[in-house]
């Protein structure tokens, strides 16, 4: 099993048991990596804080509630190009992947970042959250 798929299975596990097989989740997970287009979790982020949505990202980092977003602000924060990249990775259309992200990433970037604050470490600190909530 690749790193990918241990860390996909974990973020699956994080998020209630959404399974690894889900070829969103792993596309969603290779963009978490400090070396991705987006620069991980971090970018993300920033990304988000960027294109004009910082108050509800920031409530997914926060240790408050998380505030929804709608598909249209899914693509808003990641923009198009990403949002189709993503879509041709998991082999959805754009609709599809800006639908479930918008359910996906807010309980994503809560687990994430349970101090209220992004912390710099990529995978590894997404596995190695995962594994002490999971005990893999």
Known sequence: ??????????????LGGQG???????????????NSAIGGLGGLVQ???QNGLGEIVNSWV?????????????????GSDLLKQLAGQAGLSPS????QLG?????LIDKLTPN???EAGGLDQLLKLAQGKLGI
Do not use: C, R, Y
């Open 62 to 78: 926060g240790t408050g509630q998380n505030l929804p977003a709608t598909p249209s602000q899914i693509e808003q924060g990641l």
């Open 47 to 49: 990304a988000f804080q």
């Open 20 to 34: 690894g097989d889900n070829p969103l989740l792993k596309a969603l997970t290779g963009l978490l990596g400090q």
């Open 116 to 118: 209220g604050k992004v």
């Open 1 to 14: 099993m690749s790193l990918l798929d241990q860390v996909t299975g974990a973020v699956g596990g994080l």
């Open 96 to 99: 599809a992947v800006s639908s």
């Open 103 to 107: 359910g996906l990433l807010p309980n």
